[in-house]
């Protein structure tokens, strides 16, 4: 991916590069396509700036098998080196050493571009449906797209391409941030605006086999009664959202487009579900929560002898 941003973070990238202790680089092309754009138009490679000065830390990991790797392919890497390690997601299905925990994301403080009144959030959305996922040609994210195209495409409460970006000046900077950060494409503006006035928020299937990703997270601070395609297995996820308390989860694109009718015709029924969703983020999944998780659970791997 490119990270298009000022000379500043270039220099704090690279600043916070020579406090690491190990670089890991994930590349499913086994050459680098990450870079910074300067200001003045310079490319900085990431990739050739880590061999350039820290070539003893970088490992590079192959994130086409990213689905067959379990703790990475680097030297220390494996559970057995540590007291505790964390692990985003974990197959309850499968064995995993005991000092192995789950660490899902969390909901960052500027997801929460509407607030955290959520009668206020519900009153102020205007539209019905989003589907702001990207895809591929031949995929099955294309084939949901496709079909809701094809029914929705008249209907102008329905948002179904990308949204990514920001208006320059659109007061948002202040709002999210207290301050103007200037031209620094940070927070895709747009696209929380979007999830800000829609009452549905529909996520096509995570890459590389993942449970999730963080469009759950940013779909529920945003108040969204959110759709979510059939998992791939069972992750252990603490205080997990419920199908159909706190979540709609869909089998395929016939199968999603009966569930939105429904909902469409129960608004009630739609925003206890968004609700519901909005609460158990506010209670067991913000930053704050995740990080006091993180620090109790690190504590008591410690104390044990």
């Given at each position: 991916?490119?990270?298009?941003?000022?000379?500043?973070?270039?220099?704090?990238?690279?600043?916070?590069?020579?406090?690491?202790?190990?670089?890991?680089?994930f590349?499913?092309k086994?050459?680098?396509?990450?870079?910074?754009?300067?200001?003045?138009?310079?490319k900085?490679?990431?990739?050739?700036?880590?061999?350039?000065?820290?070539?003893?830390?970088?490992?590079?990991?192959?994130?086409s098998?990213?689905?067959?790797?379990?703790?990475?392919?680097?030297?220390?890497?494996?559970?057995?080196?540590?007291?505790?390690l964390?692990?985003?997601?974990?197959?309850?299905?499968?064995?995993?050493?005991?000092?192995?925990?789950?660490?899902?994301?969390?909901?960052?403080e500027?997801?929460?571009?509407?607030?955290?009144?959520?009668?206020?959030?519900?009153?102020?959305?205007?539209?019905?449906?989003?589907?702001?996922?990207?895809?591929?040609?031949?995929?099955?994210?294309?084939?949901?797209?496709?079909?809701?195209?094809?029914?929705?495409?008249?209907?102008?409460t329905?948002?179904?391409?990308?949204?990514?970006?920001?208006?320059?000046?659109?007061?948002?900077?202040?709002?999210?941030?207290?301050?103007?950060?200037?031209?620094?494409?940070?927070?895709h503006?747009?696209y929380?605006?979007?999830?800000?006035?829609?009452?549905?928020?529909?996520?096509?299937?995570?890459?590389?086999?993942?449970?999730?990703?963080?469009?759950?997270?940013?779909?529920?601070?945003?108040?969204?009664?959110?759709?979510?395609?059939?998992?791939?297995?069972n992750?252990?996820?603490?205080?997990?959202?419920?199908?159909?308390?706190?979540?709609?989860?869909?089998?395929?694109?016939?199968?999603l487009?009966?569930?939105?009718?429904?909902?469409?015709?129960?608004?009630?029924?739609?925003?206890?579900?968004?609700e519901?969703?909005?609460?158990?983020?506010?209670k067991?999944?913000?930053?704050?929560?995740?990080?006091?998780?993180?620090?109790?659970?690190?504590?008591?791997?410690?104390?044990?002898?």
């Open positions: 991916s490119i990270v298009c941003d000022s000379d500043q973070y270039i220099t704090e990238c690279q600043n916070l590069m020579e406090e690491c202790d190990l670089v890991v680089i590349d499913d086994k050459t680098s396509t990450a870079h910074f754009d300067s200001d003045d138009g310079v900085t490679d990431l990739l050739e700036f880590a061999l350039q000065h820290h070539k003893d830390k970088v490992a590079m990991i192959d994130a098998d990213f689905h067959t790797m379990e703790y990475g392919q680097f030297e220390g890497s494996h559970p057995s080196y540590y007291k505790i964390f692990k985003r997601e974990k197959n309850i299905d499968d064995k995993y050493p005991d000092n192995v925990e789950p660490l899902p994301f969390a909901s960052e500027r997801y929460f571009a509407s607030g955290k009144n959520f009668n206020k959030m519900w009153r102020d959305k205007d539209l019905n449906v989003s589907c702001l996922f990207r895809c591929d040609s031949d995929s099955e994210r294309m084939n949901i797209k496709t079909v809701l195209g094809v029914r929705y495409k008249e209907d102008d329905f948002v179904l391409g990308n949204v990514f970006g920001r208006n320059k000046n659109d007061g948002m900077d202040e709002q999210l941030e207290g301050a103007d950060i200037g031209e620094c494409v940070k927070h503006h747009n929380f605006d979007i999830l800000s006035r829609v009452k549905i928020n529909i996520e096509g299937r995570p890459g590389h086999n993942a449970f999730y990703t963080g469009r759950m997270m940013e779909s529920l601070a945003n108040g969204c009664c959110y759709f979510y395609p059939t998992p791939t297995y992750a252990d996820f603490p205080n997990g959202l419920i199908d159909g308390e706190d979540f709609i989860i869909y089998n395929t694109p016939e199968d487009v009966e569930r939105l009718h429904y909902y469409l015709n129960r608004p009630n029924e739609m925003r206890v579900i968004a519901n969703g909005f609460n158990k983020l506010l067991y999944h913000t930053s704050e929560v995740r990080a006091k998780e993180f620090i109790e659970t690190c504590e008591r791997y410690m104390s044990e002898t």
